[in-house]
T-cell receptor
Framework: ELKVEQNPLFLSMQEGKNYTIYCNYS?????LYWYRQDPGKSLESLFV?????AVKQEGRLMASLDTKARLSTLHITAAVHDLSATYFC????????????????FGQGTILTVHP | SQTIHQWPATLVQPVGSPLSLECTVE??????LYWYRQAAGRGLQLLFY??????ISSEVPQNLSASRPQDRQFILSSKKLLLSDSGFYLC?????????????FGQGTRLTVV
């Protein structure tokens, strides 16, 4: 059974600081996704990481994937209040032939609070 | 691009009452469809997924069921709700043919069982 673990689960950051959220998963996969959720809202897709060594950046967020270590990171640079949200990583698992459904297993989420 | 419609947005139901949540998708054909539940604002639990009409797989035993009567329609149901069924229900859609795409989520239904 695929397990996805994020840490930290709670992150309180000061504006302007840098920090990293980690996502570890238990079985082989080269499909990893990061989502953002604002309070009371649905999930918004942030990044799609599809291969070992993949790196994606959008604004102050940068995500990377190391499939050998089964680890993805979401790095936050010079945090601002607007980044306050819950961040989820999700790992896709497919059928044996790799041609059918992509089932997403989510981490527990990291609640990020950025304060002045 | 695909659009996911989910309704209602909020629902308050008494224990023992039936439930029907509907999700429809536009802008794609033969998608993979999913129902997730999020309790207490934390992680998402996959409840059901479907790779085609009438094909439903259940991830966890519970008093909920799902059906896919049409290609782009996914319904979550219960005959008798329990208090523990309260939560935020999210329908998601992913391409069945394009492997490098993420799942897109509907706006969710917040269910409170009282």
């Amino acid at each position: 059974e695929l397990k996805v673990e994020q840490n930290p689960l709670f992150l309180s950051m000061q504006e302007g600081k840098n920090y990293t959220i980690y996502c570890n998963y238990s079985t082989t996969s080269d499909r990893l996704y990061w989502y953002r959720q604002d309070p009371g809202k649905s999930l918004e897709s942030l990044f799609v990481l599809l291969s070992n060594g993949a790196v994606k950046q959008e604004g102050r967020l940068m995500a990377s994937l190391d499939t050998k270590a089964r680890l993805s990171t979401l790095h936050i640079t010079a945090a601002v209040h607007d980044l306050s949200a819950t961040y989820f990583c999700a790992v896709a698992s497919f059928n044996a032939g790799g041609t059918s459904y992509g089932k997403l297993t989510f981490g527990q989420g990291t609640i990020l609070t950025v304060h002045p | 691009s695909q659009t996911i419609h989910q309704w209602p947005a909020t629902l308050v139901q008494p224990v023992g009452s039936p439930l029907s949540l509907e999700c429809t998708v536009e802008g794609t054909s033969n998608p993979n469809l999913y129902w997730y539940r999020q309790a207490a604002g934390r992680g998402l639990q996959l409840l059901f997924y479907s790779v085609g009409i009438g094909q439903i797989s259940s991830e966890v035993p519970q008093n909920l069921s799902a059906s896919r009567p049409q290609d782009r329609q996914f319904i979550l149901s219960s005959k008798k709700l329990l208090l523990s069924d309260s939560g935020f229900y999210l329908c998601a859609c992913a391409s069945s043919t394009v492997m490098n795409t993420e799942a897109f989520f509907g706006q969710g239904t917040r269910l409170t069982v009282v």
